[in-house]
């Protein structure tokens, strides 16, 4: 949304409220009007005016009303027009704000997925960049984690123009191979993998396409295979596989952690909801969220398949592209 689009959306509201105020301010007077007027003619006594006219014949009779009796009606009627007024402008204020509250959610779920999406990346870059260092010092060739790093930094860039299509509430169509999406991510993690001591090894694949953008798939198969190279002791395995039917893919990881607990599995998948420290990195509480928003917004889903004092599975189920 460019400025022009935010000052166009302020002048909407700006004249929404106007007119609110403005209609809810008439409808206040004219009954406040109309029922000091009904309050007056209930009141008011006829007294002859004691005048006459040409030729002596009497202007007829006048209207009296007893201040005493009057008064207390409009002292009532103006506090109740006072509150009503509040209520209209209080009302009104709300209602006006509510694309600033929806403007600042929505920056700050920005930041927050940004700086959660982009801290992998960021530390495969570090790992690359000190191995072409030490191969360098050695007077070695370093071409390979070059071109690594040149991918890195395409990835880096792919998953920011995705992130700015969503947070523009637009959704950026496409298909996409999962063995293509999965070895992508396991190769942007694989220094990671190997700083941690975790061996992150890719099962059968299946080759069938989905039907979403291939760098949100890389994105869900990053987040899911970070969040267990996190909880994965050095020693052990991360796993990740793909299936297929005739209506979904299902990819599944399998870290060798000690399980989610029963207390922690119905918000695990909530934005900054953590569960127990059990491996060595202190997360944001983001990765599972932002994968479950993704799936949902094309489609999937993503669940706890099983858990153990051995292990958790996650299974991420995408529709197949038709």
Same mark, same amino acid.
């Given at each position: 949304?460019?400025?022009?689009?935010?000052?166009?959306?302020?002048?909407?509201?700006?004249?929404? @409220?106007?007119? &609110?105020?403005?209609?809810?301010?008439? %409808?206040?007077?004219?009954?406040? /009007? $109309? #029922?000091? +007027?009904?309050?007056?003619?209930?009141?008011?006594?006829?007294?002859?005016?004691?005048?006459?006219?040409?030729?002596?014949?009497?202007?007829?009779?006048?209207? @009296?009303?007893? &201040?005493?009796?009057?008064?207390?009606? %409009?002292?009532?009627?103006?506090? /109740? $027009? #006072?509150? +009503?007024?509040?209520l209209v402008g209080w009302a009104a204020a709300r209602w006006s704000v509510r694309p600033l509250d929806?403007?600042?959610?929505?920056?700050?779920?920005? @930041?927050?997925?940004?700086?959660?999406?982009?801290?992998?990346?960021?530390?495969?870059?570090?790992?690359?960049?000190?191995?072409?260092?030490?191969?360098?010092?050695?007077?070695?060739?370093?071409?390979?984690?070059?071109?690594?790093?040149?991918?890195?930094?395409?990835?880096?860039?792919?998953?920011?123009?995705?992130?700015?299509?969503?947070?523009?509430?637009?959704?950026?169509?496409?298909?996409?191979?999962?063995?293509?999406?999965?070895?992508?991510?396991?190769?942007?993690?694989?220094?990671?993998?190997?700083?941690?001591?975790?061996?992150?090894?890719?099962?059968?694949?299946?080759?069938?396409?989905?039907?979403?953008?291939?760098?949100?798939?890389?994105?869900?198969?990053?987040?899911?295979?970070?969040?267990?190279?996190?909880?994965?002791?050095?020693?052990?395995?991360?796993?990740?596989?793909?299936?297929?039917?005739?209506?979904?893919?299902?990819?599944?990881?399998?870290?060798?952690?000690?399980?989610i607990r029963d207390d922690d599995l119905p918000r695990i998948f909530e934005r900054f909801a953590r569960?127990?420290?059990?491996?060595?990195?202190?997360?944001?509480?983001?990765?599972?969220?932002?994968?479950?928003?993704?799936?949902?917004?094309?489609?999937?889903?993503?669940?706890?398949?099983?858990?153990?004092?051995?292990?958790?599975?996650?299974?991420?189920?995408?529709?197949?592209?038709?």
């Amino acid at each position: 949304m460019s400025a022009d689009d935010d000052r166009r959306v302020v002048r909407r509201a700006a004249l929404r @409220v106007g007119t &609110l105020v403005a209609g809810a301010s008439a %409808v206040a007077i004219a009954v406040g /009007v $109309g #029922v000091l +007027v009904s309050v007056l003619v209930a009141q008011a006594r006829t007294e002859g005016s004691g005048r006459h006219g040409p030729g002596g014949a009497p202007t007829g009779d006048r209207f @009296v009303v007893d &201040l005493d009796d009057v008064l207390p009606w %409009v002292i009532g009627l103006g506090l /109740v $027009g #006072v509150v +009503v007024l509040g209520l209209v402008g209080w009302a009104a204020a709300r209602w006006s704000v509510r694309p600033l509250d929806e403007a600042l959610r929505r920056q700050r779920a920005f @930041v927050s997925d940004a700086s959660h999406e982009l801290r992998t990346p960021l530390t495969a870059l570090t790992s690359r960049i000190q191995i072409v260092q030490r191969r360098l010092h050695r007077g070695e060739p370093a071409d390979e984690p070059l071109d690594q790093l040149r991918r890195d930094a395409q990835i880096m860039d792919d998953v920011l123009a995705d992130m700015l299509l969503t947070a523009e509430g637009e959704v950026h169509t496409g298909t996409a191979r999962v063995d293509d999406s999965v070895r992508a991510a396991t190769d942007a993690l694989a220094s990671l993998a190997d700083d941690a001591g975790v061996h992150l090894r890719p099962g059968a694949l299946t080759n069938a396409t989905v039907a979403m953008p291939g760098v949100t798939v890389v994105r869900v198969c990053t987040a899911l295979l970070d969040n267990a190279i996190g909880h994965t002791p050095a020693g052990s395995e991360v796993t990740i596989t793909a299936d297929a039917d005739e209506r979904e893919v299902v990819v599944r990881v399998e870290d060798g952690g000690s399980g989610i607990r029963d207390d922690d599995l119905p918000r695990i998948f909530e934005r900054f909801a953590r569960g127990a420290e059990s491996g060595r990195r202190r997360g944001f509480g983001l990765g599972l969220a932002l994968v479950r928003e993704a799936a949902t917004r094309y489609g999937g889903s993503i669940e706890v398949e099983r858990t153990s004092p051995t292990g958790t599975v996650f299974a991420l189920r995408l529709p197949r592209a038709s």
